[in-house]
C-alpha cells in the first residue's frame, strides 16, 4: 500500500462529525482528516511487510491519523528492526502534540519489543522525563507503564517517576495517576 492510496482513503473515509468528536477528546488536534479508529487499524492490517520509510512518510505529515497509523504500523513490525524502532520513538518523540499519538507510541509502537529492549526503553524514558516538552515527558511516563506491565524492577520506575512527581502539567499530572495505578495492579 502506497501513501498515495492511504491518503485517498482517509479523504474518502472522513467526517466532519468525526472531526468534532476527537476535538472533544483530543483538544490539541492542530491538523486532521476525521477518520475513525477502525479505519486505521483496517489500513494497518494491509500492510503485510514492514516499510519503515512509509512510516516516517506518514509522520511526517502531521496529520493525527497519519501519525496514528504510522505508529500502529511500526508497532506491527518493530520486531522486524528492533533498533530502527528505537531511533524512530526517539525521533517522534520531539514531535508529538496530543496525548492520543503520545499514548499510542508509547504503548503499541514498543509493545512487541518491550521485553527484548527493555533497558533501552528505560533509558529513553529516564532521557525524555527531563524534558522541557510536556509532551516528551509524558511520554517517558507511558513508556514506565509500559515497562511496568513487561515485568521491569518496580523500584527503578518509582525512582525514576518520583522525579516527576509535583510536575503541574495537567496531562503529566494524569500519567502519573496512570502509572501509580498500575504499578499497584502489576
Do not use: H
Not at 500492510?47 to 509522520?59: M, S, T
Not at 511526517?60 to 522486524?80: C, D, H
Not at 511496568?148 to 503529566?172: H, T
Amino acid at each position: 500500500m502506497q501513501l498515495a492510496e492511504i491518503r485517498k482513503i482517509l479523504r474518502n473515509k472522513s467526517s466532519r462529525r468525526t472531526r468534532e468528536s476527537a476535538k472533544k477528546f483530543v483538544p490539541t488536534i492542530k491538523k486532521q482528516y476525521g477518520v475513525k479508529a477502525l479505519v486505521l487499524n483496517e489500513i494497518a492490517k494491509r500492510i503485510k511487510e514492514p516499510d519503515f520509510d512509509l512510516v516516517k512518510k506518514l509522520w511526517q505529515s502531521g496529520a493525527f491519523e497519519e501519525r496514528l497509523l504510522a505508529v500502529k504500523i511500526l508497532g506491527k513490525f518493530s520486531n522486524k528492526n528492533p533498533e530502527r524502532t528505537l531511533e524512530l520513538i526517539k525521533r517522534f518523540s520531539k514531535d508529538i502534540s496530543d496525548w492520543a499519538v503520545c499514548d499510542t507510541l508509547a504503548t503499541q509502537g514498543i509493545r512487541k519489543i518491550i521485553r527484548l529492549k527493555q533497558k533501552e526503553i528505560f533509558e529513553i524514558s529516564k532521557e525524555l522525563i527531563k524534558s522541557k516538552n510536556l509532551w516528551q515527558r509524558r511520554f517517558a511516563i507511558v513508556l514506565l507503564i509500559e515497562l511496568n506491565r513487561s515485568g521491569f524492577d518496580k523500584k527503578e520506575i518509582k525512582k525514576l517517576a518520583e522525579k516527576i512527581k509535583d510536575d503541574k502539567e495537567p496531562y503529566i499530572k494524569k500519567a502519573i495517576i496512570w502509572l501509580d495505578k498500575e504499578l499497584k495492579k502489576y
